[in-house]
């Protein structure tokens, strides 16, 4: 229990929020990548978050004591990158270089309107874990001028 | 007469602590607010300044173990407790965010109110050490 044990909460939820921020962007530029069969199409990516416990850290404090299993978090991971399974866009364009024997060309499941949503909360959440970190900061550093004229 | 600094600085420290705490927990539940199925908490400050104030009165007990229950005023968790949310989520989550960042900023403040008793209090000390 520390002031810098927040900085290590507010620096994971930026970790979490531009790892979010990335796979938003990879699916955007990827929105119109057009292939001839379901497999080599791209998905849309997306990260699951998962709340960290103190008890994993800190070991120590595991076990025995009371209600030790509900300590006061230590910030957000990311447990993977999950493939979206939604349908894939099945456009028919004969003309297309990547249609297939049918005249099909394959787009990916990538709803850019949802992505532009994502995009936003993600940069809005980055920027509160930002605020965070700023005031911890400055608390930080008034507890150094304890004592000071 | 021993000078005991403890005493002395009141319980002006225990609430800075207090105050740390409960800012990490805030912390916590912001840097969570994506997370689905997270719940989130927050620490009843006035049971932990109430027990803050019974330790300093002379009747804590001391842990010869640590598995031992922690009865120290800023020791276990226990005043940890979850929020209720004012409207449900559909992921479980209950974190409101705006809700969370003024608390996050009001105990930021309340923060320096107490840093400002303290040091005072060591100002205060200071002073009466050098013989001013």
């Known amino acids: 229990m520390s002031l810098g044990s927040i900085f290590d909460i507010a620096g994971s939820g930026m970790t979490a929020q531009s790892l979010r921020l990335n796979t938003t962007a990879s699916n955007i530029a990827n929105a119109e990548t057009a292939s001839s069969s379901t497999e080599q199409t791209y998905r849309a990516r997306k990260p699951v978050f998962a709340a960290i416990q103190q008890s994993m850290l800190n070991p120590s404090q595991q076990g025995l004591a009371f209600g030790s299993e509900e300590g006061p978090g230590a910030g957000v991971r990311v447990e993977g990158i999950v493939e979206s399974d939604a349908e894939l866009q099945m456009r028919f364009q004969p003309d297309h270089p990547a249609a297939n024997e049918e005249g099909y060309v394959f787009y990916p499941n990538v709803n850019v309107v949802e992505e532009m949503a994502d995009m936003m909360s993600s940069s809005r959440s980055f920027q509160m874990n930002v605020d965070i970190m700023n005031s911890a900061k400055s608390m930080m550093q008034r507890i150094l001028t304890l004592g000071q004229q | ?132």
């Open chain 2, 1 to 132: 007469m021993a000078i005991s600094l403890d005493k002395a600085l009141g319980i002006h420290q225990h609430a800075l602590e207090g105050r740390v705490k409960r800012a990490e927990v805030l912390a916590n539940n912001l840097a969570n607010a994506d997370t689905p199925g997270y719940k989130a908490r927050d620490i009843d400050f006035q049971a932990m300044m109430e027990k803050a104030q019974e330790g300093m009165s002379g009747f804590g007990m001391t842990r010869t173990h640590e598995s031992h229950m922690d009865t120290s005023p800023m020791g276990q968790d226990s005043e940890l407790m979850y929020r209720v949310p004012n409207q449900p989520s559909v992921d479980g989550n209950t974190v409101d965010t705006q809700q969370e960042q003024t608390r996050f900023m009001r105990n930021a403040m309340d923060y320096q109110a107490s840093f400002q008793f303290l040091n005072g209090k060591v100002t205060g000390i200071k002073k009466a050490l050098s013989g001013q």
